[in-house]
């Protein structure tokens, strides 16, 4: 088979993370017999540098006539006097609705031979934890109105954004969840701060609806307070975590730093039709941009996400998720991975022991 | 002098704990030459069980009238059923915003006599770290308006809710968060959301511009994903974190159960005229409510806390921490903070052992 990929290189470290990833692609190309073809778009603070905006009309374009979208990271200091509605992380607001992209999971996986790097003590992770986050990405007060007026108590200029959240969107999100959580070990928690807000009654009363759509699953509801809590006391509690944008935004984050494994971290973001953007949840590190350093595993675990959900190449992705999990077995490791003294590869280097696994 | 508490025992384990923490209070007066008279008044599950709603006027009434007042919990499973505009915790919401009270200051300190029971591993925690959460308490998403309306898009009922903050309020807010750090280890780290959100520029605009009357105070910005996930990555680089209710509600949850002694944690919320209510952030824990074993830590330090702030009796409440303190290093311990085989003291031997060191 053919695919086509459009790739965001972006900025920082990007390109040199994408680069490796790519030519695992390949690799999965040679020993399964498919093509990838590679459409380069830019997006993000290269985007502003070229084109004076972050996101161009062509970008969008070409991202929604591929296969799937391929993504490194975007922004960097350089970027940081922009003013706010052309900064580079609009990229990826903007590639998100423009592409319709309303699931974004996030697996906080702690790989066992990184345990030494999980912030939590062994006696509360025990044989470790494996949770997804199944974000909802284009609703919520994020894609609300977001504008100024003054306080009608006289307290001067005010900023203010719409929360809200529709029964359809969140029927769509729910039933990710739950479709999820029946491949996996048929767990849903629905985490929303419904004792305030009607956002989150609405999203509440709709999961409790579709619920009984899924009675092999389990369901819990959980106030978000709540869950940034559980999820230091005990992660192995969780298995699909499912919420809405903002919730999501700060859960995920917390969920994959109690890993240890930040720079390992995949993701997808995906529509209805299964088009999906991969991307890795670390940032652009523009402090080791360049330097050949960085580790490009989450970047290619996001392409074994991208063989799996979008293309339906269960095979593959699991091939290249082995081949990961057999290099890490080996000791092997870069340099943000690396114990004290542990010899660190280059970016190019762990992209080869990966590519020699499969 | 003479100081009048309104009391708000409230349900589950509030009236154990809350009775030992006044009569710390009384000790407190015998020995410092003060006189505290208590009124006691109903809210919560409680209020909902004589009166039919979780908060009367009576008591928004004599919590207003009193100088100060002390909360043990409220809440339940047995109100789990009774329609959200009348559950216990808005008896929380309504007094909150009746008294006005802006500020909620949440300490989250690791007590070095209970290092075991931290969930973070020793070598991130290094010496310990000593947090204070300043979170705004009356506005945000909060308490703008909440409501349903059809969908735009044909998606149906939506739930929406209002996020906004003025420049008087993040003004207020802010000085408070200042000022405290003046105190302290003169660093604010202030927690947003401003790469997405307008109440989140009004917001840091506002910052920006009074952090210069606060010249000796270390000023940061940090994006609330990045804060959780820094809490658990590195808590001893934050002194005082300011930000507003929603993310406080979930960064304040999250600081405590680092500390791994939730069970010992208090917090103040107070007015501009220093007035304030002051509770412990653990919840009614209805499971051991009536046993007489629950840790009543968390309150008394509450009552420290009503000491320092909203009286100004400084000396008196180092007393009483330095007292909990001692009878800690001492080896006491509740059952939720014994270690498996050590003695379990009941609610009321802590509490008879603290007011010994008094
Ligand atoms: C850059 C920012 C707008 C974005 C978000 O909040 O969604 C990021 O934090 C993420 O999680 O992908
Ligand atoms: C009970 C609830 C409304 C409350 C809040 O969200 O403020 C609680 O979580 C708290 O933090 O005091």
């Known amino acids: ?28 190309g040679e020993r399964f017999g498919h093509t990838f073809h590679y459409q380069e778009v830019l997006a993000g603070g290269c985007s502003i540098d070229a084109n004076g905006i972050p996101l161009t009309e062509e970008t969008i374009e070409i991202c929604k006539n591929a296969d799937s979208v391929l993504l490194g990271a975007v922004g960097g200091p350089k970027w940081d006097e922009v003013p ?12 998100r609705s423009a592409l319709g992209l309303f699931v974004n999971l996030r697996p906080a996986q702690m790989h066992k031979a990184l345990s030494d790097a999980c912030p939590i003590k062994p006696e509360i992770i025990g044989d470790g934890f494996d949770i997804l986050v199944c974000r909802e990405l284009t609703g919520d007060v994020y894609f609300g109105r977001h504008y100024r007026r003054e ?30 959580a029946m491949k996996r070990n048929k767990k849903v928690c629905s985490v929303d701060k419904a004792n305030v ?14 619920k009984d759509e899924y009675p092999e699953v389990a369901y819990s509801d959980m106030y978000v307070d709540n869950c940034a809590m559980q999820l230091v006391r005990n992660p192995s509690q969780f ?27 995949p993701s997808a973001s995906m529509n209805e039709s299964g088009k999906g953007m991969y991307e890795p949840i670390h940032g652009s590190a ?16 996001s392409c074994a996400m991208m063989l799996r959900y979008s293309f339906g190449l269960m095979a593959e992705a699991d091939a290249v998720e082995n081949a990961v999990e057999a290099v890490l077995d080996a000791g ?23 590519r020699a696994q499969l």
Do not use: C
């Not at 807000?197 to 579709?210: A, D, F, P, Q």
């Open 332 to 354: 092997h490791r870069t340099a943000d991975i690396a114990a004290p003294g542990e010899k660190a590869l280059s970016t190019s280097e762990m992209g080869a022991l990966i």
């Open 84 to 95: 706010s509605e052309k900064r580079p992380e609009k990229a990826l607001l903007g590639l």
């Open 286 to 301: 523009p402090d080791i941009a360049g330097k050949g350093i960085a580790n490009p595993i989450a970047t290619i675990l």
């Open 151 to 180: 306080s009608d108590k006289g307290w001067g200029e005010t900023g203010a954004d719409d929360m809200n959240y529709s029964v359809y969107e969140v029927e769509r999100i729910g039933r990710r969840a739950f479709e999820m």
């Open 1 to 28: 088979m053919e695919y086509n990929i459009a790739v965001v290189k972006g900025d920082g470290i990007g390109p040199e993370i994408v680069t490796e990833a790519m030519q695992v692609l390949d690799k999965v």
């Open 197 to 210: 807000l009607e956002t989150s009654r609405v999203w509440r009363e709709t999961m409790h609806r579709i």
């Open 239 to 265: 298995d699909v975590i499912v919420t809405g944008n903002l919730f999501g935004d700060i859960l995920s984050d917390e969920a994959s730093m109690i890993t240890g494994s930040i720079g390992m971290l």
